[in-house]
């Protein structure tokens, strides 16, 4: 019985490590992934800085001046600076939100009339009060 008992912890044991080893070997599988996918990832070509200055909430809150400087600070090397930049009618404001609407219940309560019920619901004080 002390054998078979050791071969069960022996065998648990060698299960147990078989399987952290596995996952061992798959997490640096994964980490060696990543990494190839890290390195060959292309960075976006600097041409495209304006769309993303374009994006952000303080380009559009600026006035026009300000966003022409935010624009030239952005622009690849060697390109010519904006002098005069036309703004899309969406960026002059703010959006504006929808009102709240009123609640409007869907479904029909014409059948949901309660009973009235007598003040006094005990049967024995209802006879109380009838005799008096």
């Known amino acids: 019985m002390a054998i078979m008992t050791i ?11 078989l399987i952290g080893g596995g996952l061992l070997v798959l997490g640096i599988a994964l980490l060696i992934a990543t990494l ?3 390195r060959s990832a292309i960075e976006d070509p600097a041409v ?13 809150r ?4 300000k966003r022409t400087e935010l624009l030239n600070e952005v622009r690849p090397g060697g390109a010519d600076p904006i002098i005069h930049h ?10 504006i939100s929808e009102p709240e609407k009123p ?7 014409d059948d949901d009339a309660v009973d009235v019920l007598p003040s006094i619901i005990d049967p024995l004080l209802i006879q109380q009060k009838n005799k008096e």
Do not use: C, Y
Not at 86 to 95: G, N
Not at 103 to 109: A, I, Q, T
């Open 103 to 109: 609640f409007r219940d869907p479904f029909p309560h």
């Open 7 to 17: 071969g069960l912890l022996l065998a648990s044991k060698l299960s147990v490590n």
């Open 62 to 65: 600026a006035d026009q001046t």
């Open 86 to 95: 036309i703004a899309p009618s969406v960026l002059m404001r703010e959006p």
């Open 48 to 60: 495209l800085a304006p769309l993303e200055i374009m994006a952000d909430r303080s380009f559009a």
């Open 36 to 38: 190839a996918f890290w």
